[in-house]
């Protein structure tokens, strides 16, 4: 299977190829943050990120090469995955808002993060998201969702 992803990487798309490696620098960057320096820093960090005023890829392409980013290539934590995906979407002028959640399962605690889009959608099931009691909600701008 391995072999397969590399031949499709090759064969794909210059612009995709950029926003494949953003996924890695991101995911590298955010993770590394969290080791050294803990979820605080990711938080600021987000709080602090501008958005781009021109979207030069379609919301599609880059929820399509991050999906198979994080599914084929690298397991990694929901918190993560968010965060790569915010700091992509931002890169790229798409508004996106993070939310972190919780919920008692079987008498134990479980924690989700996940992007709403500007539009009020999410990329996730929301059936499963409205179990989540939300304990942050990034600030909305202008008013949305």
Not at 43 to 54: F, G, H, P, Q, S
Not at 58 to 85: E, P
């Amino acid at each position: 299977m391995f072999p397969k992803i590399i031949k499709r990487f090759f064969l794909s798309k210059r612009e995709f190829k950029f926003i494949f490696f953003l996924n890695f620098y991101f995911f590298l960057a955010f993770t590394l943050g969290e080791i050294f320096f803990g979820f605080k820093s990711h938080i600021n960090r987000i709080k602090k990120d501008k958005l781009k005023e021109t979207q030069q890829y379609k919301l599609q392409d880059i929820l399509r090469i991050h999906t198979f980013f994080f599914k084929n290539i690298i397991s990694a934590s929901c918190l993560i995955r968010s965060l790569v995906l915010k700091k992509l979407l931002n890169f790229y002028g798409h508004e996106s808002y993070l939310h972190i959640g919780i919920r008692r399962n079987n008498k134990i605690f479980e924690s989700h993060a996940w992007l709403y889009l500007k539009d009020g959608s999410s990329y996730e099931d929301n059936d499963e998201l409205k179990t989540f009691k939300i304990i942050y909600k990034e600030n909305i701008r202008n008013g949305r969702i």
